[in-house]
């Protein structure tokens, strides 16, 4: 298995069909009612014909407030089989050397970079330059000094900088941070998150470092550094962190196999985390409480996310996640919603400044303070 992405195309698309129940229907509770959707469409092209971007494409099918009309690649053979799948005008296709383009292209709104962690930065400056809302994949840069240049090119462009935290939306996921609000774990006191699975191909971009910005931590270490954030609502203020490395051919230098990490946070509630490319079955958040406690597995996954509380077992509707993420990203883009937990670029370089302070408390092998 190359990666969780490409494991989910192997299944296939009818898994991800299994999960097509509209936002309308879980917004509402137990009312299924279709409602019709008038307002604004957010036309969005797609960067990166991958894996990933395929899954977003599909979802997008059931979107009712966005709308796949374009699509960016290096590869001719994949945009002709995306205009041929997706009724994609030929006016609406780029490649990598001609998108800055897109300014003259009143049809589309904004673009999503779905490419290797290495290109975000620079694609999404030019995405801004042009004029058009971004959105990126996470992590959203390879650093936070990067992130941060993305932010301050979106804002000067007067565009909007999204990142794809689809998690931000997930309904046990909201259930699970609703509880926390209003007190019913009492005091958090400890959390811990589980990410990994055993990555295949060695030549594949993942492992590559400058591709990738790094190993497993900036591929599925990331979700249980947010992770951490929105369960307990607090930001770590320290860090340490530990390298395990078992195959330097496959993990090069810069490019971390297995990194087990703790945060510290301002409350005195503790958090112990694992980021690895070399085991399976990781996909775990455990959240602890004076008064209860949350346990998600799968917490992360793009299929059912499953998870019980000391009140019993989560039974929040299932929603493909990228086509609810899609929806509520048109809302905030035209007309500035403000989700539960943020999807914005400044959110982006507070996991990228954590990021930072872990590769560094590994380097040093000392606590690091964090200051997001």
């Known amino acids: ?77 994949k945009v002709k089989a995306w205009q041929s799948k997706y009724g994609i005008p030929e006016k609406n296709c780029y490649n990598y050397e001609n998108f800055d383009n897109i300014k003259n292209n009143p049809d589309i709104d904004a673009v999503y970079v779905i490419t290797p962690n290495g290109l975000h930065h620079d694609f999404v400056i030019r995405v801004a330059a042009a004029g058009k809302h971004a959105i990126c994949e996470k992590p959203m840069a390879v650093n936070a ?24 939306f997930e309904p046990k996921t909201l259930e699970v941070i609703r509880m926390r609000q209003t007190g019913e774990f009492g005091k958090i006191r400890f959390f811990q998150g589980q990410c990994g699975f055993t990555i295949g191909d060695p030549t594949q971009w993942r492992l590559n470092k400058k591709l990738a910005g790094g190993g497993s931590m900036m591929d599925i270490g990331i979700y249980a550094i947010n992770g951490s954030r929105y369960m307990t609502g607090e930001e770590p203020i320290w860090v340490t962190a530990q390298e395990t490395k078992t195959d330097t051919v496959k993990f090069k230098e810069g490019v971390d196999e297995t990194i087990q990490f703790q945060f510290g946070f301002p409350s005195g509630a ?69 989700p539960v937990v943020p999807v914005n670029g400044e959110e982006g370089v507070k996991d990228l400044k954590i990021i930072d302070a872990i590769y560094l408390a590994v380097k040093t092998g000392k606590k690091v303070e964090i200051s997001v």
């Not at 279709?34 to 604004?40: L, R």
Request: aromatic share 8%.
């Open 270 to 338: 503790v958090a112990s985390c694992l980021s690895t490319y070399n085991m399976n079955n990781l996909d775990r958040f455990f959240l602890d409480g004076e008064k209860g406690f949350a346990e998600m597995q799968p917490s992360t996954g793009y299929g059912p996310i499953k998870g019980r509380t000391h009140l019993g077992e989560l039974n929040q509707p299932v929603t493909t996640h990228q086509t609810v993420q899609m929806d509520e990203m048109c809302e905030i883009i035209f007309n500035n919603k403000k």
């Open 1 to 77: 298995m190359n990666s969780r992405r490409d494991f989910l195309q192997k299944l296939g698309l009818s898994a991800l069909a299994l999960q097509l129940v509209p936002y309308s229907g879980w917004a509402a509770g137990t009312d299924k009612t279709e409602q019709v959707y008038d307002g604004p469409v957010l036309r969005v092209a797609i960067m990166g014909l991958g894996g990933y971007g395929t899954i977003v494409a599909e979802a997008m099918r059931k979107c009712t407030k966005a709308k796949l009309v374009g699509v960016i690649s290096g590869t001719p053979s």
């Open 145 to 168: 000094k990067e992130g941060q240049e993305m932010v301050d090119a979106c804002k000067k462009a007067d565009v909007k900088l999204l990142v794809g935290y689809r998690m931000h």
